[in-house]
């Protein structure tokens, strides 16, 4: 299939603005004739034809949002998605979910799938794969071709549109800081492993938290789990060797296992051991005790996204300022954390 | 908006079948002369259009499967979304999931929106709304435009099309069935209110097995729920007065509030009480003790309605004649139940 030249392109040659090209090509009168005549022979020698989505954009809103996301089947996701619902539907637009299941390709699929006709923008998260691979073509694409994107949580750098994220640093500083608050001195970090780009941020959270209270920061006292299926023996190791009064999870799935694995050598949480984990899904709200957590608000992260998608979408002028949105965490005390 | 003829009501008004006005439409040879000047004329009296449906139908696969369901933080929608994930993906069709909240009008809209050029065909459950007021006429249109659908779970008996189910009497029996071999002679049920109608039929598999078995049953040892929110108090008297040595609980939930109130009074799960659940979502698999339960099998549930819809969209011929196929379930042996 021959590529074909996108208004992206045409205004790189061309040395001015898309939006510039996207207005010529309509004859805007707001933009000189001479460059209207210059942009649109250009178009024109390359085969410029305005696609689907340039046309479903401009002449038949669908008031539909695209979402895509990685899995269904985290926790996570899906309060975000409930928190797009809301503001979506208060707002007259209806929602389509579409998986990537970590697959790059499949995430270029849906992309171009909902962008011929079913949608309006997108709200997404990206796909494992496509973080390994950067390459964020198919998203520029269709930012390019006029249809607004919002990234949240798993984002890049790489390509510019609205963002919503949290500050992963910052709430596992403040979970740490919790602990250190309630004079545990001996606090062990479950954590992923390092190219997990929210693993990373969360273990650099808790480092810096020890280190501001003049606290060691000992590698033994570090956990990474690259498989949460064979994680037991190095938690049983960490627990037996350590004795970890406190131990910050960065996920609810690590803190569940760290409370079973603690359970069953006889170490009682809370009163022996405080656990606090990350993400407050149903497992943190069940289990037994239940788990203290940093709440990530998926709610809210998806109520955001959908509104700064909207606004663009309603916008009468095109606007090339994009912000990243920062959500703000909060700690849930449970049971599984005590005073010593 | 005034409504359009559709080919159910040509079919109706002439007497003769959906597929013969489909093919009379199509100048079709299989058709008498006669029936199609017949159908024809009459078409073109009420002014009968076919729709996007069916163009896209007829002349563009989109080779696309719209999902609607009535929410998704449910882990067992999730397991099933990945179910048809996979079969679909094999297949070579895209998946497009939209939610209805529970809302009537909201699977309405969804089911217009995809209906109209994004799908093929599609794999349902209803909303809770619909059930209630028992108003298919949505899921009808589609079908008799010739977009096939499969529902699953929350199915209805009054629109004729392929269906998927599990038999929920039949997995309550045997759970029950299971407490009882292992000598408990003081089985309750913690349940929801009869009008829930997977909930009606298990409190009906608990009843026949403790019949089956001579054994009693008593009122006081069903506790039916409606709001899972203020259940405590019914489930303590439970506990405190029946002093039960096994529960059954009808979902995933009400086990582990049940063995949560249970550790709380003292009440040790399993050496005091064995806890069976239904539905083996991450709360039965994670939390302390985990959880033994009925699994509803959502993967292969969701498998199977792929396959029939993928059957039925690549059938030449139309095929009148629908199926109900039962999924088994399976019980899955955890910490929460002991031997006495």
């Given at each position: 299939m021959k590529r074909k030249v996108t208004l992206k392109q045409?205004?790189?040659?061309?040395?001015?603005?898309?939006s510039t090209v996207s207005k010529s090509l309509r004859n805007s009168p707001e933009i000189s004739e001479d460059t209207k005549l210059k942009v649109q022979a250009f178009a024109k020698l390359y085969n410029y034809r305005p696609n689907n989505i340039a046309l479903s954009l401009k002449n038949k809103k669908t008031k539909t949002i695209g979402i895509i996301i990685p899995e269904i089947v985290h926790h996570f996701f899906a309060t975000v998605i409930s928190g797009i619902e809301q503001v979506a539907n208060e707002n007259g637009y209806n929602v389509i979910v579409c998986l990537s299941n970590e697959s790059f390709d499949k995430e270029v699929i849906n992309m171009e799938m909902l962008a011929t006709g079913s949608t309006d923008g997108f709200i997404m998260s990206l796909s494992k794969e496509t973080q390994q691979k950067k390459d964020f073509h198919h998203i520029e694409e269709v930012i390019n071709q006029g249809m607004p994107v919002v990234m949240f949580d798993r984002i890049t750098n790489d390509v510019l549109c609205d963002k919503v994220i949290i500050d992963d640093?910052?709430?596992?500083?403040e979970a740490v800081d919790f602990l250190i608050a309630k004079q545990f001195k001996n606090v062990a970090l479950v954590t992923t492993v390092d190219y997990v780009s929210v693993g990373?941020?969360?273990?650099d959270g808790y480092v810096n938290a020890l280190r501001d209270h003049d606290l060691p920061v000992e590698d033994d006292m570090i956990v990474k789990i690259e498989d949460i299926e064979n994680c037991a023996s190095k938690i049983e190791k960490l627990l037996l060797e350590k004795k970890p009064d406190a131990i910050f999870a960065v996920n609810e799935l690590f803190a569940v296992t760290s409370i079973k694995l603690a359970t069953k050598m006889g170490i009682r949480v809370p009163e022996d051991l405080s656990v606090i984990g990350f993400t407050d899904g149903i497992i943190s709200q069940f289990s037994s005790p239940s788990i203290t957590t940093v709440?990530?608000?998926g709610i809210k992260m998806g109520g955001r996204a959908a509104q700064m998608l909207i606004d663009r979408l309603e916008l009468e002028e095109e606007n090339e300022q994009y912000t990243t949105e920062?959500?703000?965490?909060?700690l849930v005390e449970r049971e599984s954390t005590s005073t010593l």
């Amino acid at each position: 299939m021959k590529r074909k030249v996108t208004l992206k392109q045409i205004a790189r040659e061309l040395d001015v603005s898309i939006s510039t090209v996207s207005k010529s090509l309509r004859n805007s009168p707001e933009i000189s004739e001479d460059t209207k005549l210059k942009v649109q022979a250009f178009a024109k020698l390359y085969n410029y034809r305005p696609n689907n989505i340039a046309l479903s954009l401009k002449n038949k809103k669908t008031k539909t949002i695209g979402i895509i996301i990685p899995e269904i089947v985290h926790h996570f996701f899906a309060t975000v998605i409930s928190g797009i619902e809301q503001v979506a539907n208060e707002n007259g637009y209806n929602v389509i979910v579409c998986l990537s299941n970590e697959s790059f390709d499949k995430e270029v699929i849906n992309m171009e799938m909902l962008a011929t006709g079913s949608t309006d923008g997108f709200i997404m998260s990206l796909s494992k794969e496509t973080q390994q691979k950067k390459d964020f073509h198919h998203i520029e694409e269709v930012i390019n071709q006029g249809m607004p994107v919002v990234m949240f949580d798993r984002i890049t750098n790489d390509v510019l549109c609205d963002k919503v994220i949290i500050d992963d640093q910052r709430a596992a500083y403040e979970a740490v800081d919790f602990l250190i608050a309630k004079q545990f001195k001996n606090v062990a970090l479950v954590t992923t492993v390092d190219y997990v780009s929210v693993g990373k941020l969360r273990t650099d959270g808790y480092v810096n938290a020890l280190r501001d209270h003049d606290l060691p920061v000992e590698d033994d006292m570090i956990v990474k789990i690259e498989d949460i299926e064979n994680c037991a023996s190095k938690i049983e190791k960490l627990l037996l060797e350590k004795k970890p009064d406190a131990i910050f999870a960065v996920n609810e799935l690590f803190a569940v296992t760290s409370i079973k694995l603690a359970t069953k050598m006889g170490i009682r949480v809370p009163e022996d051991l405080s656990v606090i984990g990350f993400t407050d899904g149903i497992i943190s709200q069940f289990s037994s005790p239940s788990i203290t957590t940093v709440s990530q608000n998926g709610i809210k992260m998806g109520g955001r996204a959908a509104q700064m998608l909207i606004d663009r979408l309603e916008l009468e002028e095109e606007n090339e300022q994009y912000t990243t949105e920062l959500i703000e965490t909060h700690l849930v005390e449970r049971e599984s954390t005590s005073t010593l």
